[in-house]
């Protein structure tokens, strides 16, 4: 439908509580295509609706990512809930469409199952190893308020803040070149 701007830290709208969704309409139709755009719009792998400042309960996943073919689309993953992680631990540079260009160490579960009602209505499973665990408890603690951010200490998160404004100015200096 439409290519939205992402939301970049630290906006607040990123920290707001996400509101449960209680059927999939219209308008739940719609934001996921604007989620399927917008995250393609910008080479992600997985995108929440926060992210577009929109609090609905809701993350979408790239389908290959997912174990689904590339032509499918992308996995809808409305109300989730992880319901299960392994002991199993992976540590891996995360990146995160809000923070665009910065990449954090993160330590999560190698394994990972979430239970979420599909874009159809339907509830389903769905475990992912690796990336694919990564990705979903990434998105999932993208609706409980968690951020990259919450995962480095006070300096590190000041740097990143100081990227960010830095890389707003050259971004705002550039529209007004082209002006």
Known sequence: MAVRPVVVWPDDRLRQA???VTQ???????????LCDSMYAENGLGIAALQLGDPT???IVDPKLAGKSEH???????????????DEMQKSDEGCLSFPDIYIQVERPMKARVRAMGIDGETFELEGEGLLARCLLHENDHLTG?????????????MIKKKLARRERERDDEADDLR
Not at 72 to 86: G, H, M, Q, R, Y
Not at 146 to 158: E, H, I, M
Request: no cysteine; hydrophobic share 45%.
């Open 18 to 20: 996400s509101v449960p």
């Open 24 to 34: 999939v309409d219209d308008r739940v139709r719609t934001l996921y295509r604007d």
């Open 57 to 59: 309960r809701m993350f």
């Open 72 to 86: 499918d689309l992308p996995v809808a993953f409305i109300n989730p809930e992880v319901v299960w992680t392994s």
């Open 146 to 158: 968690k951020l990259l951010v919450d995962f480095v200490g006070p300096l590190k998160r000041q």
